[in-house]
């Protein structure tokens, strides 16, 4: 509900693109506490703007007004696609917003095909595609909790609303209200990590033990998104991703064997960590577990490397378990005969 305040901000700006603009502003939206209801007299107006031409950025600005802050966002229909795809979890800016400009009926139609989208996956079932977009926020948690751990404790913010974006991606909701009613709208949801909303507000009021709880608190949202999805993991299900991997990764063991042989300490630690990262997708897509780390001896590299062909012909079984076959050829004139296959079965 847009206050007097926010009308004359928002005329004085639509009275700018019909006199200045007219060809160069797609749409214009409003989204938040002034469309959401929950504006007070400190709050701001959240604008933004998809420009038509390189002259239309210029539309954006940041100003202050009687003392408060505005910002007229320019953005773009990547932005919105984003949202739209729920890549971006700041979904109710465009699932919740309200249209105040078009310039045609063919941009009003763009932008209210993506917000319907947006809202609609809130009642699609589960897929298997989820899954690792699911996991991308618990990635992100972790990237903010190394920089927590490392004396940034701001970061604490962005492990919290990393792993929120992840609680709400599983269970196909979006916050409406942002910030201020988080705890109030997860606690509507059909399922949560354990002792989400506890630790949660633990990490908030208890500073002296943040580390250790975001800690728990990513390792039990992380647990809760491969259970959740468990269902995908298997044979003929997300185990098809697997595809073709050993093909493309066996040569990261071969590189450790060669340095083990050579007794190049630095060249195996490498190679193995970055095959382990590699192992780590297989484990959430078939659903067993590949550790080569665990194996490391610097003073014995002729052990890990016995560790590692151990883990290379237990990661080919289970492929082979999942009904994922492993493509050998024997001469060049194979890999042509392939190839052409492929060329001639395209439609």
């Known amino acids: ?51 038509k031409t390189f002259k239309g950025r210029n539309l954006a600005k940041t100003f202050i007004m009687d003392g408060i802050g505005y910002d007229i966002w320019c953005g773009s229909w990547d932005t919105l696609h984003s949202m739209m795809a729920w890549e971006d979890m700041r979904v109710s800016i465009l699932a919740d ?21 947006a809202r609609r996956r809130t009642d699609l079932p589960d897929t298997a595609h989820d899954y690792h977009p699911a996991l991308e926020f618990i990635k992100k948690a972790k990237n903010y909790y190394g920089e927590l751990c490392l004396g940034s404790s701001a970061a604490v913010g962005g492990v919290l609303m990393e792993l929120v974006n992840a609680v709400c991606y599983v269970n196909r909701r979006y916050l409406k209200y942002g910030a201020k009613r988080i705890l109030e709208e997860i606690a509507q949801f059909p399922c949560l990590p354990a002792d989400f909303i506890e ?11 943040t580390v250790e709880i975001c800690r728990d608190m990513i390792l039990r949202t992380e647990a809760f998104i491969h259970e959740h999805y468990r269902k995908f993991t298997g044979k003929g299900k997300l185990a098809s991703r697997c595809t073709g991997m050993y093909e493309e990764i066996s040569s990261h063991w071969n590189k450790i064997r060669r340095c083990c042989e050579a007794g190049d300490m630095d060249g195996a630690l490498m190679a193995a960590c970055s095959l382990q990262y590699d192992l780590d997708y297989a484990k959430i897509t078939i659903g067993s577990s590949f550790d080569l780390m665990s194996g490391w001896n610097p003073r014995n590299l002729n052990a890990f490397r016995m560790h590692c062909d151990a883990v290379e012909q237990d990661f080919i079984r ?22 052409t296959d492929a060329h001639d079965d395209e439609p």
């Open 1 to 51: 509900m847009l206050t007097d305040r926010h009308r004359k901000i928002l005329d004085a700006i639509l009275g700018t693109i019909h006199e200045k603009y007219a060809d160069d502003v797609a749409v214009l939206i409003v989204y938040g506490s002034a469309v959401n209801g929950t504006a007070d007299e400190y709050s701001d107006l959240d604008m933004l703007y998809i420009p």
């Open 318 to 339: 289970t492929l082979r378990d999942n009904g994922i076959s492993i493509l050998t050829l024997s001469a060049p004139d194979e890999l042509k005969l392939i190839l």
């Open 97 to 117: 917003s309200e249209l105040v400009y078009a310039a045609s009926a063919e941009d009003r139609q763009k932008y209210e095909t993506m917000r319907d989208n």
């Open 199 to 209: 630790n949660y507000r633990h990490a908030v009021r208890k500073q002296e033990n």
